[in-house]
Structure formats: C-alpha cells, structure tokens
C-alpha cells in the first residue's frame, strides 16, 4: 500500500466560480453544492481506509499520509474573492474544504511538497513570467527546466520521461492524467477530451533521490478491481 496518497488538484471542481463558462450548464451553478460534491468524495475515499483497517490494531492500521495540492479549479475561490467580490472574505474559503479535519495536509496553489526527492505541484512554471510548462514534450521539459523530478497534473493528459545527470541520478517528469469515469467528457475542453487519459499514478521503490518504478492503472481496471 502506498505510504503517500497526493491528490494533485481540483479534487473541487467550483464550477460555480468559473470565469470561463457562463453558458446554459452555468445556470443553477451552486458554491456549497460545489463544496458538498468534493466532502463527499472526500468522505467517500475515507470510508474505504475505514473498510480496510476495520478490525486491525492501531499498530496494524493503514495510516497514508495524505497530501493535497490545491489546483486552478480550487483557487478560485481566492480570485472570485479578490477580482469580483472581496465582500465575501472571511465567508467563504479553502477552509471549506475541510482539509485539517479529514487528514489532509494541504499545499497552496503552485507551491511544491517534495516527498522523497520527488516535487509533486497541481502544475509547475518557467521563465520570468511564471508561465506553465507546456507543449509536446511536456514532462521532458519538466525536467529540463526544473532540474529535478516532477510530477504535476492540469492537463489531464499523460506523459513521462527520464534524464540521467551527470551523477547518474535518474531524473522523472511526470503528467499524471485524470481521475474520470471514461464516458465522463467537459463541455468546455471540446476536442481536448480525447486526449486526456484516465487513471492513477503509482510510485514504486521511491528512492529518495526522486527515482521510482511507474506504474499506470487505468480506470477500466481499477472499476474491474475494485467495483
């Protein structure tokens, strides 16, 4: 079992505070429904550790630490608060999210949590001007750029790519891809959607040096095993 789960952003979707749709699904769009939706989830994930440890001892009990990178889709309760109404400051917030209360360490929008020689950001930028990295080669210019492995998520799209320094370190760029169901499509992404790729992510024989086995469990297998 994994010593680390990383939700690596926008487990809170907050379409109601999405500047960029303002079409008819925007109509009945709802803050605490957006919140109600992710606890859920939350709650949900949480009752399968419970399953899981029912009947163990404290010392035998499955106890992850979980680390939660808060993505563009959560962050936007902090611009709707400081570009459209600061009024609901101190009203509504990332505090909503329960974090604390359910175990989850959170990390702020862009910043890095490194577990194990590993840098983990919901996306990570360059340049003067913070830019996200992007393009074709994306999780090759991860690396190149931040001299380091990374594993990010946004796009909903795969890849993954080694360097080796000049030390021999193995170095990784990773785009983890989406947690959806597979017919699960966003209107907004149009095309996009046939390129995201759907599943998780999981780090073996983690180093410490931010050198790992990668492992890619697709959703169909992981509805096939587990549903």
């Known amino acids: 079992l994994p010593d680390y789960v990383v ?10 505070l999405n500047n960029h749709s303002r ?21 949900r994930f949480a009752a399968q550790i419970d399953d899981y440890n029912r009947g163990k001892s404290n010392k ?3 106890k992850p630490e979980l680390i939660f990178c808060h993505g563009n889709h959560e ?19 990332t505090d909503d999210f329960r ?14 949590k490194t577990i ?15 830019r996200p990295i992007s393009g074709m080669h994306q999780a090759s210019s991860m690396i190149s750029k931040r001299l380091g492995t990374c594993i990010q998520g946004h796009t909903h799209t795969f890849d993954h790519s080694i360097k080796t320094s000049g030390e021999g370190r193995h170095l ?4 983890v891809g989406c947690f959806l169901e597979r017919e699960q499509r966003e209107d907004w992404a149009g095309p996009a959607n046939e390129m995201w790729r759907k599943g998780v992510v ?6 410490g040096f931010g050198d790992f086995d990668l492992e890619w469990i697709g959703i169909d297998r992981i509805k096939a095993l587990y549903s």
């Open 75 to 93: 962050n936007r309760i902090a611009r709707f608060i400081e570009e459209e109404e600061p009024r609901l400051e101190g009203i509504i917030s």
């Open 99 to 112: 974090s604390k209360e359910l175990g989850w360490e959170e990390v702020p929008f862009l910043e890095t």
């Open 116 to 130: 194990l020689g590993c840098n983990f950001s919901h996306y990570f930028t360059s340049g003067v001007m913070s």
């Open 60 to 62: 035998t009990k499955y």
């Open 172 to 175: 990784h760029g990773v785009v």
């Open 7 to 16: 939700d690596i952003g926008d487990w809170f979707d907050m379409h109601s």
């Open 202 to 207: 999981v780090l073996r024989n983690v180093d």
């Open 23 to 43: 079409g008819a699904s925007f109509h009945g769009a709802s803050y605490w429904d957006d919140i109600s939706a992710g606890l859920d989830a939350r709650l």
